[in-house]
């Protein structure tokens, strides 16, 4: 299934859905520029499909990352540079 989460309030495209079953749910991986601070089980969203509209609620947030050595030697929060550019690598090696 292709299809892009959307905030009920904003309609502004949250994500992509990366993958899912009827019995599991959709795993959808969040845009770059929408934090996971926004997201809150029990939020109501919208998933637009080619030709239709699902209407779904947020059940679990997860948080992963692509790169095992970003666990080991986080990046500093202050470096605003190294956190973009983790951001990016962590998105794309995902993607792929």
Do not use: Y
């Not at 637009?48 to 948080?63: E, K, N, P």
């Not at 095992?68 to 983790?86: G, V, Y």
Request: hydrophobic share 45%; net charge positive.
């Amino acid at each position: 299934m292709v299809g892009t989460m959307v905030g009920m309030e904003l309609e502004q495209p949250l994500g992509s859905v990366i993958q899912g079953s009827l019995s599991q749910g959709l795993e959808v991986r969040l845009h770059p520029d929408v934090s996971v601070e926004e997201m809150r089980v029990g939020k109501f969203l919208v998933v637009q499909g080619r030709r239709s509209r699902f209407f779904c609620m947020l059940t679990d947030v997860a948080l992963g990352t692509a790169n095992p050595r970003i666990i080991a030697n986080p990046p500093d929060p202050n470096n605003l540079f190294c956190r973009k550019f983790w951001q990016v690598v962590a998105l794309t090696a995902r993607s792929a």
